[in-house]
């Protein structure tokens, strides 16, 4: 098992590398067991976190077979086999940035329910989340939204899609830019990944009270 010791900018340059084959065996060889390290490193706090058992799941872009992919992460879930129908942490690199998120997305059936207990708890989950945090409604697209910019008209509209859109899905946590002293530093990543998770705790509680 590979130890984590932070990220290089050697890592985030495997997305500009040409060819799904190449870019794949960079990943693969590179980045994933980082990704691993990492979740299982934290899986242990977050399964006391949250009071259910959490697996580990690296991504590995098996129905790819021309496109080269432009991120890959490795996921947090309470099941074994798999964690895209879950609600689920996930720790993740795009070639500018790294992101360390809770995310409920399109496989979820889950996700109607999930947005009905937002709107709900708006102000809870308005007054909790930091304003550095941000969202995303797409886990494919490396754009997100400052929490600090998100009144609750954005709010509802963001909970509305997850309701009405089929492909909708809702990501909270944090973005660090690929220069970011934190990354090269394991311990300090660690924590800020462990501290990240915690506040996003209350997120994964409304689901738990939802019917999978």
């Not at 937002?118 to 989950?125: D, R, S």
């Not at 797409?138 to 009144?151: L, N, Q, V």
Request: aromatic share 10%.
């Amino acid at each position: 098992m590979t130890t984590f010791n932070g990220f290089t900018q050697k890592d985030f340059d495997v997305f500009s590398i040409p060819g799904l084959e190449n870019r794949m065996e960079a990943l693969r060889e590179q980045i994933s067991p980082k990704l691993e390290a990492i979740a299982t490193e934290l899986a242990p706090d977050v399964t006391a976190m949250t009071g259910d058992e959490m697996f580990v799941h690296v991504a590995r872009h098996a129905r790819r077979k021309t496109n080269p992919p432009n991120d890959t992460w490795a996921a947090l879930a309470s099941n074994k086999r798999g964690y895209k129908k879950l609600p689920h942490f996930q720790i993740g690199l795009w070639e500018t940035h790294v992101f360390v998120w809770f995310a409920v997305i399109y496989e979820s059936p889950i996700k109607e329910d999930f947005a009905k207990t937002l709107q709900a708890n708006k102000e809870e989950v308005l007054s909790h989340i930091p304003d550095h945090f941000v969202w995303s409604i797409d886990h494919t697209k490396p754009e997100a939204i400052p929490h600090g910019e998100i009144d609750e008209e954005k709010f509802l509209s963001m909970t509305d899609r997850l309701q009405s859109v089929k492909k909708a899905e809702i990501l909270c946590g944090l973005h660090l830019e690929r220069g970011d002293d934190r990354l090269k530093n394991p311990e300090k990543f660690l924590e800020l990944c462990k501290d990240t998770f915690q506040t996003l705790e209350p997120l994964y509680q409304y689901t738990k009270q939802l019917k999978v």
